[in-house]
Nanobody
């Protein structure tokens, strides 16, 4: 069983919105702080946003005010609502625990912001 499966990426124009979803196995989700990470070509993977089991959140400065992370504990799913997207948000987006565990990296979902 794949522990984490991301979905919801795509091509969007600057200023547009996307909502990413990450379905997690219950054994991971229930006890973990979860996060969304991204990696653009030539860049290191970075933490974009995190959410604790109780709902506390944190964001990278580059996405504050534009992205919102949330979790549905009943569905073992974590979401990333991305608004006012910019070309520099183009990357492969991954979910993982915070801090990340190597064995949980999945395929990610591509987000491309372009006109």
């Amino acid at each position: 069983q794949v522990p984490l499966v991301e979905s919801g990426g795509g091509l969007v124009q600057p200023g547009g919105s996307l909502r990413l979803s990450c379905a997690a196995s219950g054994s991971i989700f229930s006890i973990s702080r979860m996060g969304w990470y991204r990696q653009a070509p030539g860049n290191q993977r970075e933490l974009v946003a995190g959410v604790g089991s109780g709902g506390s959140t944190n964001y990278a400065d580059s996405v504050k005010g534009r992205f919102t992370i949330s979790r549905d504990n009943a569905k073992n799913t974590v979401y990333l609502q991305m608004n006012s997207l910019k070309p520099e948000d183009t990357a492969v987006y991954y979910c993982n625990t915070v801090p990340p565990r190597f064995m949980y990296w999945g395929q990610g979902t591509q987000v491309t912001v372009s006109s």
